[in-house]
């Protein structure tokens, strides 16, 4: 029967002895875990990104409910044990619930302290903790106040940071004269000042708090010198504490933490601790690579390996705040019998010191360039002599040594078991032999495999680094361009995905890929809205922020703000009548200038926005629908007269061309697509420059693609010759379908067929038959939920408050 | 409501669409005015600083706004043109009480403004 073990607590370093644990010794044990906060295991190093909005709480999870499914763990969310009873070996919760153990890790972490300041208690002032200490912040934040920070450690400017970036006005108070001062040296933490400023964030240093000031809830801070600073919200962020009082009060040997022997266990053999609450050495942790360490043994000592011992190593800090590189590690402070290396480049903002002692190096702080940062720590850990290498040591492992410039030098020179991701504890031996063995090729696949560079992504560089030294010219990253600096994806694999994890919506598809903005920028998300459109017809529901303001209004934007509109004339035909209602509509609305277009249909220019609605409706009343002409969609199809009138006509060209835009209008595509279909060879609908042209014959229709009459001027690819109108219209929609599938946004047809090959697209649209049908059924099946005319629907009230005005104050002018 | 109380009331804050815009007809220029896809809202004057597109019709990502003319990214936060242009763009001070949005009536007048 399987011994029942209990967790107290649910954060990453029990998560990590279980993940162990269950690997070493499966079955082994009947886990129950008690977590206090309401959800699974997360990343908690990861809350500094999502409290500046760069992650979402989902991508930091670690363990999702299915890992506790899996595992045939009960994890109580919620609950909080009061109390352990060593003699009945139970545990009982705040409301309760009591669970047997035969073994117990207590694994409580740590309670932020809280200055006890007048004024600590009320509402207004957090700690920076947890995931709800975060959400507390975000609401706080959007009323974009002013936020005091106290402490200016790595927490405390990270939050900083966060909040800044959330709009909040940030002042940060530390109480020593220089930022970080535990990991950095004055000369950095002077570097680390100058560009927190340049954020716009406030620093005062040497600051004293003296009382939080506030009746119901804050409205500033007092220092001892006097200053008073207005604020809506203060963080202490001024460190941590061992929450170790359960501990002590069943008796446990409890000193700055809970003490635990090299085996974790605590004073009783049945009881382990580990994570911040625990004390080693002499010792509490706060980093996670210590505390991972911690679960290895606690795991290694559950599944029966006695000879597993906790030493604590050095460890090496950084800091979470995008733009801002910063490396410590070792100790830094000067004494006898120590030297130091300096490199500044104060231009260039990089500034780098290393700490030798009896030549080894000892510590070493980074800032600006921060990529050598885990060879000076492999020669820190190691101790290594570096009397050869001490005249060009400080340049790093590109020039240590005279070795040649390469930016791939420095994870050469690492050795195998040098740590890459201090995150999750993976070395160079542990990656570099996955990639060998299962053949891997991308950093996906690297994350996938061995979890390098998912937890806080600091070390991806190195990673990327590892994989061209292993893969050499196969790893190609810079090959794929892109789509906009929210992401590193470029369009083709993007489109790819959608397919593949069925993203049918964008925060769905920012949130799978990983994007690195809150919502995007204005050239991804009017992109993915076209692809996540194009490829879920039906299910997908137009995002119209997400598209450029001619498509949300359906007309085109002019220099002065007003709009043109232009109907749609299928096939370049009108009538007296829809003629008359143009007039109308001009005269009706003023409307300054008429013109035809290039594409045989009339543009009326400079109508006012809050007429649009009143213009359409009278469009519509005679007849008239949207002509897209703002669209990246079909625009017109443009015919000469044909055989119903000219005399050299072959085929009725005029026919087909409305027969075409009927079948084909209202469909969105990657960039905007003109046609034309001419009645005979002289061509005078110019069909041979269009993105897709039609040229009858006598014996039926060659059918054009790939021409441009624009940027670049290009004469039609010839893609086959058909016999009849059916066998042109099928082809031709297959091609468009192949197009708006294939596409990337913005890319027109000619630029896309030079990409994918003229060749791949004869076979499928006219070779593969089947495949062709399979293109023509597609479209068709789309074109069921865009045939709707958006001139109709607007008018009929929908969001039609878009185009006027909230409010009007210009009365306001009078009473000045 | 007269123009000499400290604050104006233009509407009800789900007046606005989120990640998009709603424009107020005021003395000078028109002002914009935003809510961003986590609810924040922001005001700044109708014009680009570039050639003076309407901003109310960009597209909202983040906490700014891309002028629909020639592309040019504003803060919405701080009225200023990001990346490498220069320029800046009058914010209005904003506020929300009970579901309305208040804007500060001194920076609507003509003079001040």
């Known amino acids: 029967m399987a011994e029942k073990l209990v967790v107290i607590g649910n954060g990453m370093a029990p998560g990590r002895a279980l993940e162990k644990l269950f690997d070493k010794a499966p079955g082994t044990y009947e886990v129950t875990i008690f977590n206090a906060e309401p959800r699974v295991n997360y990343d908690r190093i990861m809350l500094s990104p999502v409290l500046s909005g760069e992650k979402s709480f989902d991508e930091i999870i670690i363990h999702g409910d299915s890992w506790y499914i899996d595992h045939n763990v009960m994890l109580y969310k919620g609950f909080r044990i009061d109390e352990i009873d060593r003699e009945s070996k139970t545990v009982t919760a705040s409301d309760g619930t009591t669970a047997e153990y035969d073994k117990l890790i207590i694994a409580t972490g740590s309670v932020p302290i809280v200055i006890p300041v007048p004024g600590h208690d009320l509402p207004g002032v957090l700690t920076y903790r947890d995931l709800d200490d975060v959400q507390a912040m975000l609401l706080a934040a959007q009323s974009r106040g002013k936020a005091v920070v106290i402490g200016g450690g790595l927490l405390g400017l990270e939050a900083a940071a966060g909040l800044s970036d959330r709009g909040m006005d940030v002042t940060v108070l530390h109480l020593m004269p220089t930022l970080m001062e535990r990991q950095l040296d004055p000369t950095a933490g002077h570097l680390l000042r100058k560009e927190v400023e340049a954020r716009g964030i406030n620093v005062i240093t040497e600051a004293n708090t003296k009382a939080i000031l506030g009746d119901k809830k804050v409205t500033g801070i007092e220092l001892e010198d006097g200053t008073v600073i207005p604020a809506d919200l203060i963080v202490m962020a001024v460190g941590i504490r061992s929450n170790s009082a359960i501990a002590k009060n069943a008796g446990l040997t409890v000193n700055r933490g809970i003490v635990v022997d090299e085996t974790m266990r605590t004073s009783d053999p049945d009881i382990f601790a580990l994570g911040e609450c625990a004390e080693a050495h002499g010792q509490v942790f706060g980093l996670v690579a210590p505390l991972y360490e911690m679960a290895s043994v606690v795991a290694s000592q559950l599944s029966g390996d006695e000879s597993a011992r906790f030493d604590p190593m050095v460890t090496a800090t950084k800091l979470k705040v995008t733009g801002i590189n910063l490396f410590s590690a070792g100790d830094f402070a000067e004494a006898d019998g120590r030297d130091e290396i300096v490199l500044r480049d104060a231009a260039r903002g990089i500034y780098r010191r290393l700490i030798l002692e009896d030549n080894r190096v000892v510590g070493t702080v980074m800032y600006g360039d921060t990529s050598d940062g885990a060879w000076f720590f492999d020669l820190l850990k190691r101790g290594e002599d570096i009397s050869d290498l001490r005249e060009t040591l400080i340049f790093g492992p590109g020039y240590a040594g005279g070795a040649a410039l390469d930016p791939t030098a420095a994870v050469a020179a690492l050795p195998d078991d040098a740590e890459i991701c201090g995150c999750n504890g993976i070395c160079k031996g542990a990656i570099t032999g996955k990639i060998a063995e299962l053949g891997l090729t991308s950093l996906d696949d690297v994350r996938a495999h061995t979890k390098a560079s998912v937890s806080c992504g600091t070390c991806t560089g190195l990673v990327e680094q590892l994989l061209t030294l292993t893969l050499g010219d196969a790893y190609d990253p810079a090959a794929v361009q892109p789509m906009c600096p929210c992401t590193d994806l470029g369009h083709d694999d993007i489109r790819r995905l959608i397919v593949a994890h069925e993203l049918k919506t964008i925060p769905d598809l920012m949130q799978a890929l990983e994007w690195k903005s809150s919502c995007g920028c204005a050239k991804c998300r009017p992109a993915l809205n076209y692809y996540v459109l194009a490829t879920w017809p039906g299910e997908y529901v137009d995002d119209g922020q997400s598209r450029f303001i001619n498509e949300r209004v359906h007309a085109n934007i002019q220099k002065d703000g007003t709009y043109s509109v232009v109907p749609r004339m299928w096939g370049g035909m009108t009538s007296a009548k829809e003629l008359r209602a143009i007039a109308d509509v001009v005269d009706k609305f003023e409307i300054p200038s008429v013109k035809c277009t290039g594409g045989q249909r009339i543009d009326m220019l400079g109508v006012r926005k809050e007429d649009l609605p009143a213009v359409w409706a009278d469009l519509n009343a005679a007849g008239l629908v949207s002509g897209h002409a703002y669209g990246k969609a079909l625009r017109t199809v443009k015919t000469c007269v044909g055989t119903d009138w000219c005399r050299f006509g072959t085929q009725d060209s005029t026919g087909l061309g409305i027969r075409i835009e009927k079948f084909m209008w209202g469909s969105w595509t990657p960039a905007k697509v003109k046609m034309a279909v001419s009645g005979c060879p002289r061509n005078c609908s110019e069909a041979t420059c269009k993105d897709v042209g039609i040229v009858c014959v006598d014996s039926g229709f060659d059918i054009h693609f790939a021409g441009a009459a624009g940027l670049d001027i290009k004469g039609t690819e010839v893609l086959t010759h058909v016999a009849t109108e059916d066998e042109a219209l099928e082809v031709i929609v297959a091609l468009v379908q192949l197009y708006r599938e294939q596409g990337r946004y913005l890319e027109r047809i000619y630029k896309w067929a030079k990409r994918v090959g003229f060749d791949s697209i004869h076979a499928s649209v006219v070779e593969d038959t089947d495949k062709r049908r399979a293109l023509f059924d597609r479209f068709v099946f789309s074109q069921k939920f865009s045939q709707t005319d958006p001139w109709a629907e607007r008018t009929e009230g929908a969001r039609t408050q878009e185009f006027r005005p909230m409010a009007d104050l210009s009365y306001m002018e009078a009473a000045e | ?113």
């Open chain 2, 1 to 113: 409501m007269n123009a000499l109380s400290d604050w104006v009331d233009i509407g009800a804050v789900d007046d606005v669409p989120v990640r998009g815009s709603r424009t107020v007809k005021a003395p000078g220029d028109d002002i914009a005015i935003f809510k961003s896809a986590d609810g924040s809202l922001f005001a700044v004057r109708d014009r680009c600083p570039h050639r003076g597109g309407p901003l109310s019709q960009g597209i909202v990502h983040g906490t700014s706004v891309t002028c629909p003319l020639h592309n040019w990214v504003i803060s919405l936060e701080t009225g200023e043109v990001q990346g490498p242009d220069v320029g800046c763009v009058k914010t209005i001070p904003l506020a929300v009480r009970d579901g309305r949005i208040l804007l500060s009536a001194a920076a609507l007048s003509r003079k001040v403004a």
